[in-house]
Structures are given as structure tokens and as C-alpha cells.
T-cell receptor, first 117, second 111 residues
Framework: ETGVTQTPRHLVMGMTNKKSLKCEQH?????MYWYKQSAKKPLELMFV???????ENNSVPSRFSPECPNSSHLFLHLHTLQPEDSALYLC????????????????FGSGTQLSVL | DQQVKQNSPSLSVQEGRISILNCDYT??????FLWYKKYPAEGPTFLIS?????DKNEDGRFTVFLNKSAKHLSLHIVPSQPGDSAVYFC??????????FGTGTRLTVIP
């Protein structure tokens, strides 16, 4: 496989469920990101991991819990979500620990479309 | 408040003509700008970028123009092709692990 892969592609969960989103990158990058895209809103950065350490969390609610066990894998653990958390969750990676600057670009996965009932 | 704005949610263009997608930003600290393209059921893919030290960058049919005084950038696609039909996102960065995205413009190229 190449690029950034995310599973599952679709997820429906109740407000009391616990689920996890998975992301894997095969590009040798050292930074990984979670973005959220809600309808008619811009992509919002949720978390950044650089060299497996979290460097940004942007005041995301604690019901979202990221985990980065190594530079190739990223998880987003979900628990007691709200209906307004329904959105497309995108994982991305880049090559530099400082994130997207002059010669660095984000490479995105296809996303997980999450519906919270 | 949104720092990157794409005020046109959609645009339709005839095949072979020029497509012009616009983007405005408010933060004068942004020093790097990118355009991403997104097809349905896929993640955004990088298309073209420009540094704030330039005012134009060209890559094949795609050209990005930056007007720093107006805090405006645009993406020109010429000639437009049906395969260009997608949602285009403008993004801006001031470094520090964050890109600010616009809400996207859906381009439809009519054969």
C-alpha cells in the first residue's frame, strides 16, 4: 500500500459507544495530523503529532483522545460523542516536524465519515 | 472568525475555457499558500503552492497568483478539463504545524 490509509471509511455510533479511528501512513513521514471537516465549514486541525509527540491539540473536547504509538500509525479514540460531532475526520501526514512550510505538504487519507446518533 | 475565505461555493465552466478560483485571507502573517483538490470519497490532494515572496507560480495548466496587498490569491486552470471537476480548497500557513483552510469551491467543468 502507498500513501495514507484510514479505517473505517464510514462509522455510525451511538452517544454511549466507544470507537476508534485508525490511520496509517506509508510515506516515511514524521508528523501526523487529525483534521475535522463539518458540513459547510473549513477543515479544522484537531491534533498534531511530531516525532510521536503531541504538539498541538487546539482545545479539542476530551471525548476525542488521540494516540500515536509510532511514526506510521495514528488513532483517534472516541467516547460519549455528541450528534454535533458527526463529520468527516481526515488524517494527514507530512515530512517535517514543523508541519507544512515551504517544501512540505500534507498528504491526506480518504477520511472516516462519522455519524453520531 | 475564518482567516481564509472562499466566497464562491461553486463555479461552472465550459471545457477548454479558463477556470478562476478565488481565495481571500485576513492574517498578514501567512507566508505560504496552497491549493488542494478533493474528489468525492477521497481525501484532499495537493495541487500547487506559492510562497509569500512570490506573486505567481505556474505548474502546467495550473497557475496560482498572490496579491499580498489585497490579501488575495487565485487559482487559474487553463484549459479546463472535465477531470478538473472537484472541490478546491485554499489553505494558508504561518508555520507552526497549522494550515488554515477555506470552505472550498466546487468546480464543474462542462464537456
Amino acid at each position: 500500500e502507498t500513501g495514507v490509509t484510514q479505517t473505517p471509511r464510514h462509522l455510525v455510533m451511538g452517544m454511549t459507544n466507544k470507537k476508534s479511528l485508525k490511520c496509517e501512513q506509508h510515506l516515511g513521514h514524521n508528523a501526523m495530523y487529525w483534521y475535522k471537516q463539518s458540513a459547510k465549514k473549513p477543515l479544522e486541525l484537531m491534533f498534531v503529532y511530531s516525532l510521536e509527540e503531541r504538539v498541538e491539540n487546539n482545545s479539542v473536547p476530551s471525548r476525542f483522545s488521540p494516540e500515536c504509538p509510532n511514526s506510521s500509525h495514528l488513532f483517534l479514540h472516541l467516547h460519549t460523542l455528541q450528534p454535533e460531532d458527526s463529520a468527516l475526520y481526515l488524517c494527514a501526514s507530512s515530512q517535517d516536524s514543523k508541519g507544512p512550510t515551504t517544501n512540505e505538504k500534507l498528504f491526506f487519507g480518504s477520511g472516516t465519515q462519522l455519524s453520531v446518533l | 472568525d475564518q482567516q481564509v475565505k472562499q466566497n464562491s461555493p461553486s463555479l461552472s465552466v465550459q471545457e477548454g475555457r479558463i477556470s478562476i478560483l478565488n481565495c481571500d485571507y485576513t492574517n498578514s502573517m501567512f507566508d505560504y499558500f496552497l491549493w488542494y483538490k478533493k474528489y468525492p470519497a477521497e481525501g484532499p490532494t495537493f495541487l500547487i503552492s506559492i510562497s509569500s515572496i512570490k506573486d505567481k507560480n505556474e505548474d502546467g495548466r495550473f497557475t496560482v497568483f498572490l496579491n499580498k496587498s489585497a490579501k488575495h490569491l487565485s487559482l487559474h486552470i487553463v484549459p479546463s478539463q472535465p477531470g478538473d471537476s472537484a472541490v478546491y480548497f485554499c489553505a494558508a500557513s504561518a508555520g507552526a504545524n497549522n494550515l488554515f483552510f477555506g470552505t472550498g469551491t466546487r468546480l464543474t467543468v462542462i464537456p
